[in-house]
């Protein structure tokens, strides 16, 4: 009922910059938290920032000063900019974001299929 697609990972050089990008589609009627995670090899999936429905957002403590997470609700979309990246940001990049359907009457949530993103040395 709504589809999470990511995009803009790749290929980054140590201390660069990244934007991501996660549009929403589907039957939606109200959009709620939205938040980006990531999961690198052999590791748990962890949180990387979330945003709410009115904009307040939140870090987890790794990527706190360099990584700022962002929504336009008239495009259905949350971003991620990624700056000073390092060789431990690379992972696999979700998106994950809590939806109202016109098919449902209480919020779920949604999960995007995820984006890779390297960062070299």
């Known amino acids: 009922q709504v589809q999470l697609v990511e995009s803009g990972g790749g290929l980054v050089q140590a201390g660069g910059s990244r934007r991501l990008s996660c549009a929403a589609s589907?039957?939606?009627?109200?959009?709620?938290?939205m938040a980006w995670y990531r999961q690198a090899p052999g590791k748990q999936r962890e949180l990387v920032a979330t945003?709410?429905?009115?904009?307040?957002?939140n870090y987890g403590d790794s990527v706190k000063g360099r990584f700022t997470i962002s929504r336009d609700n008239a495009k259905k979309t949350v971003y991620l900019q990624m700056n000073s990246l390092t060789p431990e940001d690379t992972a696999v990049y979700y998106c994950?974001?809590?939806?109202?359907?016109?098919?449902?009457?209480?919020?779920?949530?949604?999960w995007g299929q995820g984006t890779q993103v390297t960062v070299s040395s």
């Open positions: 994950k974001g809590v939806f109202l359907t016109a098919f449902s009457s209480s919020y779920r949530e949604y």
């Open positions: 589907g039957s939606i009627v109200s959009i709620g938290a």
């Open positions: 945003i709410t429905s009115t904009g307040s957002t």
